[in-house]
């Protein structure tokens, strides 16, 4: 337990106590035994005796209270169908906001990734591909990345939008695009991995942190459904800022980056549009492809007991 509350401690950046985590232990002892209680009475001696409708029938039940106890459900709507609903709508975003656009094209491409990940019958290897990943020390660098980095940088960036840019900004946005470009390298490895799974070759993840970003870049080019999720990253920007070989020019509010023989020029609120797009791209491959996961396995359940 020691060593859990260490492990917290470091991804969170802080001390964490343990006895802050008391009244969350007792809760989950308590939620625990309700569903061990239910399980009983669900699965109990007599259920191979039920015909096949009233296995459904009561699988159904047990699901629907089960469910419950994470959200407040409409009474009248099984507890599967109205999750399901609520994943379909996260996942394809309502409105013509340039957001929700951006958002719902990298969901689109992760549906995909994933969706094919059933088809194939990958889904199992990449289920231990991640547990390994989690385990790792990239994935504790990326829960680290996350935590103390990515999270308050979406206040930063929110609080840059909402005002005129003055040159210190411009520093402030380097440093978030930064921060987004090295989460981005790193979901992008991960989607390689995920694809070369879904189609069946070989995965080492230690030979993939070992590509340049260019070769990660050049691979997810192959795959015509995933391009969508290189477009708003650009590695010469991120080159730049990691060399500090970029430039701001005061009268003319523009902002030069300098890569090798690449130089790229524009705004100080184009280079805050490049910022905000690849926050989203970075937001959407992180959670997409997880409520993708999800929403098959409630949707496969709730045609199992025929909700």
């Known amino acids: 337990m020691a060593m859990q509350f260490s492990l917290f401690s470091e991804i969170f950046g802080k001390p964490i106590r343990p006895e802050a985590f008391g009244s969350d232990r007792a809760k989950l002892r308590k939620t625990v035994g309700k569903w061990i209680d239910s399980a009983f009475d669900t699965f109990g ?6 015909s096949p409708s009233e296995q459904r029938e009561k699988l159904a039940l047990f699901l629907d209270k089960r ?6 459900i409409p009474k009248g709507k099984h507890a599967l169908v109205w999750y399901q609903k ?4 996260a996942l394809a975003l309502r409105g013509s906001s340039e957001f929700a656009a951006s958002y719902n094209r990298y969901s689109k491409a992760t549906g995909w990734l ?3 990940l059933f088809r194939t019958k990958r889904i199992g290897t990449a289920q231990e591909f991640f547990s390994s990943f989690a385990k790792s020390e990239e994935g504790f660098s990326l829960a680290q990345l996350f935590v103390q980095q990515v999270l308050p940088g979406y206040a930063s960036l929110d609080r840059l939008q909402a005002r005129s840019l003055q040159s210190r900004d411009l520093h402030k946005l380097a440093k978030l695009y930064s921060t987004y470009s090295g989460v981005y390298e790193k979901l992008a490895r991960t989607l390689v991995a995920l694809n070369r799974i879904r189609r069946q070759q070989p995965v080492d993840y230690e030979q993939l942190e070992k590509k340049s970003m260019a070769q990660i870049q050049t691979e997810i080019q192959r795959e015509p459904m995933l391009r969508v999720l290189l477009r708003a990253f650009n590695r010469h920007i991120r080159n730049s800022i990691a060399h500090t070989s970029y430039g701001i020019q005061l009268s003319a509010k523009r902002v030069t980056f300098r890569d090798r023989a ?4 524009m705004t ?3 280079f805050r549009e490049e910022t905000v797009q690849l926050s989203v791209l970075v937001f959407a491959i992180s959670v997409t492809p997880f409520l993708h996961f999800l929403l098959a396995v409630i949707s496969a359940l709730g045609k199992a007991i025929g909700v």
Do not use: H, Y
């Not at 001696?45 to 039920?50: G, K, M, Q, R, Y």
């Not at 690449?262 to 020029?265: L, V």
């Open 45 to 50: 001696s007599d259920w191979n005796t039920l």
């Open 67 to 72: 469910f419950r106890t994470f959200a407040r």
């Open 86 to 89: 609520q994943m379909e709508e």
């Open 114 to 116: 994933v969706n094919g």
């Open 262 to 265: 690449k130089w790229i020029e």
């Open 268 to 270: 100080w609120n184009g």
